[in-house]
């Protein structure tokens, strides 16, 4: 088993913190579309799927969710609290890394191992909190067994990882290229022929799940630098490209524009004829 | 005093102003074939006044594309050693014009052909514009050689269909 260069690519979405069910998440089908746009008369076969964990999180603060609704004393502050902590709580779970956080990370494997048993070249795109769930979900995997051979792109049931608006530069969520797998075999480095792995992490300014600035002041990729400098995540065989992407929405605004961005699905469809098909 | 903090980033927001303007660059390019092909070579420049740090400015979504070819350049780098450039890695692309200019663990793979950085290319310029490179193990890009774009500003984004 392997992946098969002749198959359609497949992108994976997976979402960040939301509110509300599994059933309101449609950003699979906003990129299927906006990608079929841009890759108009050109020969460049793909699907789209989506990873969903908003129903697992839900089950987990379910209960401290209606108590604290229940201790608001009326149904409007009742419905804000059960928002917030729907939320709030999305982080808490990711931050934790209790039962809830290793159930998410092990599903997004399994779907990820879906799509190696059906042999289809695999594309990651994550947004927000859900970078998180993929970062360390893809590191797991170079580590397991039989993955991510040296320059068998065959054996990587991962190809390639597209995060957007991603607060893995934050101090708070404490990864860096230390917690990265490193892709080459021991003793050696990377020359001209490595098959480098390639994470593009887009990002706009003002996006203040990225900088952690409240006030959206204007970020630079100094941070995200200092946590995965180029040297270190280089010869451990990763191409990692951070990109400024305006989106021309400020402020939390700019951190749900990702999924309509022209250049945000140029970094996706790049990604798709780089590494996809033929 | 955190109340008084919460109003003065409420105050900021509110105050704060933020402009963003899409260069396009556009020129021709004709294949072995005589079709003719545009070439796109785009970014965006975000402005901002924000109160008592001053004005500034963001530069981002940068893409240099043809029309009807699948791949895309999109990683920059832009100083006055090489003006504004799009580096790749030598694992996937390889210079076939010129002398292989290194930046850090990429080689620049197209840019500016007299070291123009970003900040001083205006509307109206006639901007030469070099591709250096070729694909070593992936979909071809824009040939090598020196294109001639015409630079307009644009508050939309410029798009680039395939007319096949």
Known sequence: ?278 | MLFKMQITVVVVLLISGCSSVSYQARGVYNTEENKERELLLQWKAQKYYIPFLGNDIDYGSYSFQEECRPNVLQDTVDGDQYGFAFKERGQNFTVISGTPIQVGNHIICAKTKDDMTLSEIKSGDELLFEVLCKARRMAPITPAGIYTLKVTESEEAGKLECRD
């Not at chain 1, 076969?45 to 401290?64: C, G, M, R, V, W």
């Not at chain 1, 039989?146 to 101090?171: C, H, K, M, W």
């Not at chain 1, 892709?183 to 390639?198: I, K, N, R, S």
Request: proline share 4%.
């Open chain 1, 1 to 278: 088993m392997g992946v098969n260069f002749n198959n359609k690519s497949k992108v994976l979405i997976i979402h960040g913190v939301q509110t509300g069910d599994d059933q309101d998440l449609r950003q699979h089908e906003v990129i299927r579309k906006n990608l079929e746009k841009h890759l108009a008369g050109m020969d460049v076969p793909f699907e789209t799927d989506i990873f969903k964990y908003e129903d697992i999180n839900d089950e987990a603060s379910y209960l401290i969710k209606k108590v604290l609704a229940a201790m608001t004393g009326n149904k409007i502050s009742g419905w804000i609290v059960e928002q917030a902590v729907d939320l709030v709580g999305d982080v808490g779970i990711a931050l934790l890394k209790g039962d809830t956080y290793r159930l998410i990370v092990d599903s997004f494997k399994s779907k990820i191992m879906e799509s190696y048993e059906k042999e289809e070249p695999l594309f990651i795109v994550a947004h927000s909190l859900g970078t998180i769930y993929a970062f360390d979900a893809l590191n797991e995997l170079v580590n397991e067994d039989g993955f991510f051979q040296y320059n068998q792109a065959e054996t990587r049931p991962v190809q390639g990882l597209v995060t957007l608006g991603s607060p893995i530069a934050l101090d708070l969520f404490d990864r860096d290229w230390k917690k990265m797998s490193s892709l080459m075999p021991e003793g050696q480095a990377v020359d001209m022929d490595t098959a480098l792995f390639p994470w593009i992490n887009d990002w706009d300014p003002t996006d203040p799940v990225v900088s952690g600035s409240v006030a959206g002041l204007p970020w630079d990729e100094g941070k995200f630098r200092a946590r995965f400098p180029d040297d270190q995540t280089y010869s451990m065989g990763w191409d990692v490209m951070p990109r400024s992407i305006i989106t021309e929405s400020g402020h939390l605004g700019a951190h749900t524009a990702y999924w309509n961005d022209a250049d945000v699905c140029m970094s996706i469809r790049q990604m798709i004829v780089r590494y996809g098909k033929g």
